[in-house]
């Protein structure tokens, strides 16, 4: 059975730094995309990052593309979600996401994590 599973969140103070993994167990199909969301208490989930199975496609948003960065470990089925000078605003719970097509909404996505929470704090 195919499983995603997110680490690397915590607790960092603001300005600090988070790198989140994603690995991804079992049998995948139809996977051209991962991505990571995040969802804030209260909030939608939003999309963060976007990455092709084989990383040669990418996209984060212009507004956290300063700050984000998303890479592929192809060989190991390992994504990661590089985080800096993180604000409070960052504070969610991330998840990362498997599906067919590149997509920032979270219905076309197949495969979901359980999440990672991050907190950024004073």
């Known amino acids: 059975q195919a499983q995603l599973t997110e680490s690397g969140g915590g607790s960092v103070q603001i300005g600090g730094s988070l790198r989140l993994s994603c690995e991804a167990s079992g049998v995948i199909y139809s996977v051209n995309y991962m991505a990571w969301f995040r969802q804030p208490p209260g909030k939608e989930r939003e999309a963060v990052a976007l990455?092709?199975?084989?990383?040669?496609?990418?996209h984060v948003p212009d507004s956290l593309k300063d700050r984000f960065t998303v890479s592929i470990d192809s060989a190991n089925d390992i994504v990661y979600l590089e985080m800096t000078n993180l604000k409070p605003e960052d504070t969610a719970m991330y998840f990362c996401?498997?599906?067919?097509?590149?997509?920032?909404?979270?219905?076309?996505?197949?495969?979901w994590g359980r999440g990672t929470q991050v907190t950024v704090s004073s």
């Open positions: 990455i092709s199975s084989g990383g040669g496609h990418s």
């Open positions: 996401a498997g599906g067919r097509r590149f997509s920032i909404r979270p219905q076309d996505f197949t495969y």
